[in-house]
């Protein structure tokens, strides 16, 4: 009775939450009592269901209660405290509401930590020890605590259902098998949990390889936002730049028709002026002369007057014409006129430009609507086959070029090539002398080295490289027993099968590059979606030894 009691104690002065004595403790509206801070840990947790509920009864608060310590339990703990009473041992933890409880435990139970299939229960660590010792029980199947066990026992028989049946496809007892499934396809459930393990693993790796690909695809469009957003970028730089461009030399051209009106009008003017002072003073001397003769007429004296009459009657001739010929006052109108012809002109132009430029704009379509389906066996993509011969101006001088320029060998002495700005001076390599666009397929035939198949762009860059060290190159590398995509200067191994035939496929347009080791069937290596934004032109890369080959193939 006095241990009976002793346990009592130890139940009313335990938080239910941490299952040790209580600290601080505090009772909520419901009675239960907890640790200060557990019961408010515990309440942080829920403040996004916006709910304070009691982790025993479940009894909800709003709002929150405030917690005030309870001094009378607090000393009553302390009190028990020194009659040496302690908490449960960590190995005796009581089961929680989220816990899965022991089935044969009484009073207060303590959480299971196995739950068994055969019998069908749960224990705590104490009362699972009979299944480690008792050999019968040994032969039992542990799980994970679970509380799930009565789904496992079946309500006609009250057995465990360890058969299974295919034809009604459920779970069934030994019984069952016997009597209304008779005749029925059964098998043991771990027989069937076996087959449906492996079509798991096999949704599992469809799965997988799902989310591969669509990571994959996720990237894919990353990039393509990347390149949208950077082509954008570039494309409004530019044509900020062009406009800037025709502005100011707008502004030219209207500084210099001002310059040049101004010019004009001042020359004129000057031209106006003078000949109007001329013709001030000529009229100053008229006048002076009128004067005169009119002074002369009023001479009553007849002899001065005759006297006088010869010297003054006589007038200088004039330096202008009796009239003046003045254009008709257009005066600078035809300028005016020109200049509104031109804006006329510019509007025209802008207009018909501005519809193609709208237009190019719209027409940019990075996803296709509705791709060309890609070959799936050799006779398809040889409809796309295309001759392309190797480009003597690129080869690298180690590197010697034969049948008809579609055979490269790498050769331990330099060969003799003229001097040429695409020819490759750092690697052993060499590009096609044609450019590919569309839909193309070629093969090449390796020999006892190491080769590199490239697809790549034709410039000074390219020049500069080593095949899939850039952006503007795709390269995948074949070898005696491996194989590499490189590109960016990043390199993917594989270990796909490989023949002594690579096979490459372009669609330009669509932005799809693959590569594929030819046999008697077409394995895909690598495929590549982008966006190609120039012509392409293939290549080879060759690695030692000296006397490897590598040959453009005449497809048929």
């Known amino acids: 009775m006095a241990q009976k009691g002793v346990q009592l104690d130890l139940d009313t002065i335990s938080c239910s939450i941490c299952l040790d004595l209580l600290k601080d403790p505090v009772a909520i509206p419901c009675g239960h009592s907890y640790c200060m801070n557990c019961i408010k840990s515990h309440w942080d947790t829920e403040d996004e269901k916006k709910t304070n509920s009691c982790p025993q009864c479940r009894q909800s608060f709003t709002p929150r209660p405030v917690l005030v310590k309870n001094t009378m339990l607090a000393d009553l703990v302390e009190e028990l405290k020194k009659t040496g009473l302690q908490a449960a041992p960590a190995d005796l933890c009581y089961a929680g509401p989220e816990d899965v409880a022991c089935d044969v435990c009484t009073g207060r139970k303590l959480r299971a930590v196995k739950s068994c299939l055969s019998c069908p229960a749960s224990y705590c660590e104490k009362h699972l020890q009979r299944h480690y010792e008792a050999a019968p029980l040994k032969k039992h199947k542990l799980v994970e605590p679970s509380e799930k066990l009565q789904e496992n026992i079946c309500t006609r028989h009250d057995e465990v259902m360890k058969m299974f049946c295919r034809t009604d496809q459920q779970c069934i007892c030994y019984l069952c098998s016997v009597d209304e499934h008779k005749g029925h396809d059964t098998v043991s459930a771990a027989a069937e949990r076996t087959e449906r393990q492996r079509e798991l693993e096999g949704s599992r790796h469809n799965i997988q390889q799902r989310i591969q690909d669509r990571e994959e695809d996720v990237k894919l469009l990353q990039q393509e936002v990347e390149a949208i957003n950077g082509s954008a970028d570039k494309a409004v730089e530019h044509s900020e730049k062009i406009f800037t461009q025709l502005i100011r030399l707008m502004e030219e051209r209207r500084s210099d028709v001002k310059q040049q009106v101004r010019s004009q009008q001042e020359t004129e003017v000057s031209r106006v002026k003078e000949l109007q002072e001329k013709l001030e003073q000529e009229i100053t001397e008229l006048k002076r002369k009128d004067a005169e003769l009119k002074k002369l007429s009023h001479t009553e004296d007849h002899n001065q007057f005759l006297h006088n009459y010869p010297s003054l009657s006589a007038l200088s001739e004039s330096t202008h014409s009796s009239s003046i010929n003045i254009q008709p006052l257009k005066y600078f109108e035809d300028v005016t006129a020109a200049v509104s012809e031109l804006r006329d002109v510019l509007q025209d132009i802008l207009r018909e430009t501005w519809t193609n430029i709208s237009l190019t704009v719209t027409q940019v379509d990075v996803l296709l609507s509705n791709p060309q389906p890609e070959p799936e066996t050799r006779a398809a993509f040889l409809r796309y086959s295309c001759g392309i011969t190797l480009d003597p101006n690129t080869v690298n001088t180690r590197l010697l070029l034969s049948e008809g320029n579609r055979k490269v060998t790498y050769m331990s002495q330099q060969q003799s090539y003229s001097s040429h700005p695409d020819r490759f001076t750092d690697f052993w390599q060499v590009l096609s002398r044609e450019s590919l666009s569309g839909r193309c397929y070629w093969e ?107 040959e453009l193939c005449e497809l048929n």
Do not use: C
Request: hydrophobic letters at 35%; charged letters at 20%; proline letters at 5%.
């Open 444 to 550: 090449v035939k390796k020999g006892v080295g190491g080769l590199s198949v490239v697809v790549a762009y034709k410039d000074s860059d390219t020049v500069a490289k080593r095949f899939g060290d850039n952006e503007k190159s795709w390269a995948f590398g074949v070898y005696k027993d491996r194989s590499e995509f490189r590109f960016n200067n990043k390199t993917t191994p594989f270990s796909a099968p490989l023949s002594s035939r690579v096979g490459v496929y372009l669609d330009h347009s669509a932005g799809i590059l693959s590569f594929y080791s030819v046999s008697e069937t077409m394995t895909l290596l690598r495929r590549v979606q982008t966006t190609f934004t120039q012509p392409l032109y293939a290549g080879l890369l060759l690695h030692g030894p000296p006397g490897n080959t590598a």
